[in-house]
């Protein structure tokens, strides 16, 4: 099912959900602004309520002011919200002075895990989106029939700390999670699979009502080379690009094989060797890059893949990393590209936050985890008129409660195959967690 609701601006009446249709067509002027008149961190000018975010490195997206959304559920999630944005950007009015990834009409999207989830997925269309990259600068207006001129752009009040933050057992206590990663191993090393990833999660209490923008502004201060997220109540900052897709190039950054850092830079600089010669860890990243490989070939004319992976340093783990890269196949005469969104599609689950082969792992995590992943490990971004885009995989993150906004659930995963140890596991689950508790000020 796909409904596409108009959101009112403020001081109009509520209008009625509409399906597959809005009244009017999405009205949208980019212009170019001076880099030199933005704030450093593009999250600054975000307001305490709604903001969206896809920043790395002080540069991406941020926008406010919902003007549209896309929500759509079960198997054909991906597929309902590709079709309402391409209807939508077919009728489009659209004026873009700037003409690089992000300009234009934009929308931001996050999807469930799984089909049967009830969190779906949602295509958010904001009414300002403000945009850097490279040496360039724009804001974007959109409207239904018509657009107004561009806001003065203002860095917003500094969000206040959330206070003391306390943490309960999510669907497992760390016991009951350990039990679960036995169960795993004894189902691989029976031949049932070759290797799954659990998620496990917390649930955390704010002293005071948590604003969204204190955990993005610590979130992207310590993990720059993350992509800082936010979209629907989604907060976190993933390393792992599932793709990005522009003028007919895909990329994507697979992680797999984790080892967490001790603090002092002589003994990372061993654990990253112990790492890049795991038999345990090697074999946990071939199995991601393989799915990944697999499921992006058909859409590709080429593609290229390392023969070994590299160590990516974060502050507190070290990944096995590889990035794929591939050239899109054009479809026929039309020279049409998939859609990114598309693309993501097509990828999700990848064996990096499902496990191998997908159906058994997905399987076994629904037999063990107890509890709906809801958004985490699923697909999080945004998308041009074009299609093209990025999308990142919902990790290191936290879903806000919007029925109280002291509450909130953090989620870490880990690889699990033949050779894991269930204390072990335990541990890494602790340090990918750490990046949340962290910015959270615990």
């Known amino acids: 099912m796909t409904v596409v609701r108009t959101v009112p601006a403020p001081g109009v009446g509520p209008l009625s959900p509409l399906r597959r249709a809005v009244a009017g067509p999405v009205v949208s002027r980019t212009v170019a602004v001076d880099p030199a008149n933005l704030p450093g961190d593009l999250l600054r000018l975000l307001p305490a309520e709604g903001g969206l975010a896809w920043v790395r490195r002080g540069e991406g997206v941020v926008a406010w002011g919902e003007l549209l959304r896309v929500e759509t559920d079960g198997a054909d999630r991906f597929a309902d919200a590709e079709d309402a944005w391409r209807a939508l ?20 999207g ?30 974007t207006t959109l409207d239904l029939g018509a657009v107004s001129a561009p806001p003065a752009l203002r860095p917003t009040d500094a969000p206040a700390a959330p ?17 679960a990663v036995r169960r795993a191993v004894e189902a691989i090393r029976a031949g049932a699979l070759d290797k799954v990833v659990l998620a496990r999660d917390l649930l955390a209490r704010t002293g005071a009502p948590l604003d969204p923008r204190w955990v993005l502004g610590r979130l992207a201060d310590d993990y720059a080379s993350c992509w800082t997220f936010a979209v629907d109540g989604l907060l976190g900052a993933t390393p792992e690009l599932l793709l990005r897709s522009e003028k007919g190039l895909v990329t994507s950054r697979v992680l797999a094989g984790t080892i967490r850092r001790t603090g002092d830079d002589e003994a990372d600089m061993a654990r990253a060797a112990i790492l890049a010669h795991s038999s345990k860890d090697l074999e946990e990243h071939e199995y ?13 004319s080429s593609t290229n893949v390392p023969e070994t992976p590299f160590v990516l340093h974060l ?55 107890g509890m709906d992943r809801a958004r985490y490990a699923g ?12 999308w990142g995989i ?32 335990l541990a890494e689950s602790e340090a990918k967690l750490e990046p949340m508790r962290s910015a959270l000020g615990s």
């Open 110 to 139: 996050s999807f469930a895990f799984a089909a049967g989830s009830p969190s779906g997925g949602v295509l958010v269309v904001p009414r300002v989106v403000v945009g850097r990259r490279g040496g360039a600068a724009w804001v």
């Open 89 to 108: 950007m077919a009728t489009a009015v659209v004026r873009d002075e700037v003409g690089v990834p992000g300009s234009g009409p934009v929308a931001f």
């Open 315 to 369: 502050p507190n783990v070290l990944h096995l990393a590889t990035d794929v890269t591939g050239v899109l196949r054009a479809d026929g005469d039309a020279h049409v590209h998939p859609t990114s969104l598309g693309l993501a599609a097509a990828l999700h689950p990848t064996a990096a936050v499902a496990g191998t082969p997908t159906d058994a792992a997905c399987a076994l995590i629904g037999e063990v985890e």
């Open 394 to 425: 919902a990790l290191r993150s936290a879903e806000l409660d919007p029925a109280d906004p002291h509450r909130l659930r953090l989620f870490a995963g880990c690889g699990i195959v033949a050779a894991s140890d269930p204390a072990a596991e």
């Open 163 to 179: 206070g003391a933050v306390t943490y309960d057992d999510g669907a497992l206590s760390a016991e009951g999670w350990q039990d």
């Open 379 to 390: 697909p999080v971004g945004w998308m041009g008129a074009d299609g093209d885009g990025e």
């Open 288 to 300: 991601a890059v393989e799915s990944l490989t697999r499921a992006l070939g058909p859409f590709c």
